[in-house]
Each structure stands twice: as C-alpha cells, then as structure tokens.
C-alpha cells in the first residue's frame, strides 16, 4: 500500500471514528466490556403480539405469513427492531395436536423471532416436549419465573434458555425476560420438576440483576392477563416496558404504571403492536403505539408461506382419515360444555369410564374443544384433533366418596363463569344450584343410581391433567392411582377408537347434570 493510500485510509477511519464518537459514549460494564451509550436520538422499535395458539394459520385467511410481512415491513423501514414473543405459541391448535409445536419453531424461526419466553401452554404436551421445541429453536427463550427445582436455574438451562438476556440494539443495552403466569401449574401439565415462582417475586429478583449487568431498558415479556401485568408493573420498579397478556385483551394506547410501559395487543393472528422507543443516553424519552389489524389484504411473506404450505400439507394427509360417523350433531361448543351436561360431553366420559372399568367417569369441559357442532355425518381424524388437541392420557383413579364429592364442588365452582373446570360425567348424576354457597352447589349425587356413600371407595377414571390436581381438582391429586397416564392411551386416540368399535356413533344427553334454574 502507497504512503499516500495509507494516510487516506487512516482519515477515513479517523473520519468514522469521530462520526461514531459524536454518536456514543463509551461505558465500563464488568471491569472492561464496552457499552455504546447514544448521545444522539435514536428510535428501537418493539413488534408484539399477545400469543399465536399454536396457529399458523386464523380466522377470515389470515396467517402467520402475512404477520411476518407486516413486521418485516416495520424492520425495513426501522433495522433497530425487535421481534418479540410472550409465550402460548405453541398450543393448543389442531395441528399442535400433530406436530407438538415444531410447526411453530420452524414459523417463528422463519418469521425472524429475537426471543421468546413461555406462557402456560408451552407445557400443554409436557416438560419434555417443550425441552425438545426449545432445542430445535433457532431463537433463544428466557424465564424469570420458570425455574427447575433441581438447579434453581431456568427450565431449559442446558438447552440454552435463560432467566434473562442482554441486547444490544442501536448502541442500547436492553435487559429482555420474561413471565409465565402464577396459575401454570394448575392449567397445565408441568411435570414434577418444574417451579413456577411468582412473577412479582421473580421479576423484583431478576430486573436488578439486568441492571447490574448494564442494561439501560428493561423489557418483559409477560404472559400474565393484563391485572396482573398492570399489577407487577405498580409492585416491581425498574421494569420499563411490558409487552403481552394473557388474556388477549387488545387497548388501543398503552398504559404507564409506575412509569412503566404496560402494552398488549389481542391474541392470535388478529392484531400486531408495534411500539416506537426514542432513546437518548440509554433512557427512554418518549414513545409511541401503532396497533395494526391483520388481514387477508395485505402481503405476504414467501418464507413464512413455505413453512406454512409443508405443514398443511401433511396435516391435511393426516387429519381427512375417516374413523367414523355421528348420526346426530356433536355438541362442542364451549358455553355449553362449561355450564351443564352435553352429548359429546357423555360420550368422552363413557369411553373414559368403559375404557378404566371404573365406577365412575369425570372429564373437564374446558378440555373440550373445538367450540361448534360437529355432524352429522363422518368423524375424521381431524375432528377429534380439534375437539380433543391437548396431549392428556387417561388414567384411573380410587377414592373415598367424600373426596369425590368435594372434586364435583370443585367442578361446579365457577359454573357462573364458564370455568373450564365444569365436570361431564359418566356413572353418575346430580343436580346443581348455581345460587348455592360454592362448595354447597351438588343435590342428590348418585352413583350408579344409589345415593353417595362419603364412606365407600369409588374408581375414577379421568385425564392426567385433572389428575394432577389441575383445574382445581386437588383431591384427584391425592387419590391413589390405579392406572398411571404412562400406561393409559392418549385421551384422542382412546375416542378414535370407541367410535371404530361402534362405527356410527348418537350420544344424547340424559339428565345426568340437572341445572338447577332461579325459579
């Protein structure tokens, strides 16, 4: 190189050394890692949503693809975006019924995800299954409050997952985790080994932790529904922004609580949140909120769009199987299934009861899914996927009518409010009185046709998820177990089979739960 080469290149990186300087500062974390701090604006802008259901595809032709071309519009014309997620994505859809979320890793992956973090149905198909999606991620996971009891670390550790990252993005450091809601435990099938801490006690743990690493904003991706956001946004300091809810509940503005940010944006492929940080010396200074309607009009993304096309294709192979036929419709819908007895409802209780020979059957209304009719006509494979998408196995179960009496209370608790804990029922009757004390609802429980013996043993067969307690029904947790959920047959394909066994199939409802009215 000549001299007179040599000097230009060495101005030129003089040159751009001191546009950089003019730019950011220089800032010592962890006795010698380099922090860039802007000195000048710069805006970093956050795409949310609230959670995908395990759904690449949704309601009126949307899906993820055109999600993806939205948000990768928003990076073009903003390269200091982050793509966020904030956990339930990978079910409970029917093709997670299939596919156990792979369809979602491989979606998300394509769509560009930065992080993610896990929300109560990440653990719909178990610990394990939820081990090998975060395996197969080519983005990383955080948990503040998802924590393994044998480590005292994140769940997924080894795997990469963390209570928290640090990213810089536009000369920020930015602090990103992340929150699963308090009620995990008792709405889905965690596994043994698995704590989940109390947001609130998390987050007041692991926000100074960021801190003391150097972030200069601090991100949470919450999957707590939005009083329970709002909440640990008053109890916890330091948290700048919150992103996500639960419940998928869309506000057209953000909340500031705390002189947090607390933003949500709907559920499922209905809606995208894009917020505009302005940030100057690693301080936010102001923001704003675009909330966007997703639909069929708009663009595509090609790579989102391969990935959907694979997956449809072998869903599609998959699910038009036959299996048999329903001479009457199939009632499904979830304000029934919620609230009082209903054919399918006896149906699935029957298979479970005649399957375990047990004295009686109990099957919670919100694992019943699907929320339409079905038939009459044939039954596909795809049908029972939709009316039955959760990974739950049947097992059996014995104990004293008194503990049984007090599940069926348990049951009933929220009949007023749809709760998914409402029982359908095989091998027994009552009536309910909504207008009763909870826990004081169930009149003229039977078994068999012979009252309620509180003292006699009775066999129960139900699913492992109420089993181990979940939805309420603690005292399934504690009964003795006669047939675990490793030796019994997945609760869809133990349904598949009973309408093989008889072809066509005319459930009717007979009384069984009587519904007792204000008059």
Known sequence: MSSVAAHLLARGLLVVALVLSAAVGSVAIDGGTTLLAQEQPVVVTIVHDTHFHGSLTGQDGVTLAHYAALAKGIRGQNPNTLFVGNGDDLAPSVMSSLFRGQHMIDGLGALGLDVNTMGNHEFDYGPDNLLERVGRSPFPWVTANVLDRRTGDAFGAELGVRRYLLKDVAGVRFGITGVAPAETPAVTSIGPNVEVRDPNVALAEVIPMMRAEGAQVTLVLSHLSWPASEAAAAAVNGIDVIVGDHAGQAIDQPNVINGTIVSRRGDELRLLGQLDLTLQGGRIQSWAYTGHK??????????????????????????????????????????????????????????????????????????????????????????????????????????????????????????????????????????????????????????????????????????????????????????????????????????????????????????????????
């Open 294 to 519: 997703l639909t069929k009009e708009l663009p595509t993304d090609e790579a989102v769009n391969a990935v959907i096309s694979q997956y449809q294709s072998q869903m599609d192979a998959r699910l038009g199987e036959v299996v048999g036929a329903t001479a009457v419709e199939l009632d499904a819908r979830r304000t029934e299934s919620r609230v009082g007895e209903t054919n399918l409802g006896n149906f699935i209780a029957d298979a479970l009861r005649s399957w375990g020979g047990a004295d009686v059957a109990v099957q919670n209304g919100g694992g019943i899914r699907g929320d339409r009719t079905f038939g009459p006509g044939e039954i596909t494979r795809g049908d029972v996927a939709a009316i039955l998408p959760f990974a739950n196995y049947a097992t059996t179960l014995r104990m004293p009518g008194s503990a049984l009496l007090a599940a069926l209370e348990n049951g009933v608790s929220q009949i007023d409010s749809t709760g998914g804990r409402f029982p359908q029922v095989s091998g027994m009757g009552f009536a309910v009185d909504p207008s009763a004390a909870v826990g004081s609802r169930i009149r003229d429980l039977t078994i068999a046709g012979q009252p309620l013996d509180p003292n006699q043993t009775y066999t129960v067969a139900t699913n492992d998820f109420m089993a181990g307690g979940g939805d309420g029904y603690d005292t399934f947790k504690a009964a003795e177990v006669i047939v675990s959920s490793q030796a019994g047959p997945l609760l869809a394909n133990l349904l598949i089979d009973q309408i093989q066994v008889q072809g066509t199939i005319a459930p009717r409802t007979e009384g069984r739960i009587r519904v007792i009215s204000a008059d």
